[in-house]
């Protein structure tokens, strides 16, 4: 299942696949990109990974656009 989120105005999905979590920016148009760079832990709960990429992006937090929120429930 994808776990769809706005990271501080970018839309990205997490999907859980073979025991590890793979992060993708979400083109809008139903495409994604895989960002490879970031590794987000295995043992990291789905309730935690809000709070993980807003770790990991806060640099890119404004005003405007200052959450990391999650747009789906699993």
Do not use: C
């Not at 993708?24 to 990109?33: E, N, P, Q, V, W």
């Not at 990429?53 to 656009?65: Q, Y």
């Amino acid at each position: 299942m994808w776990l769809k989120f706005d990271v501080f105005g970018t839309p990205m999905s997490v999907l859980r696949q073979n025991g590890e979590w793979l992060l993708f920016r979400d083109s809008g148009t139903g495409l994604r990109a895989r960002v490879y760079e970031v590794v987000i832990p295995a043992e990291l709960s789905d309730k935690d990974l809000a709070s993980y990429l807003a770790d990991i992006f806060h640099e890119n937090a404004t005003a405007h656009h200052a959450n990391v929120t999650r747009s789906n429930k699993s």
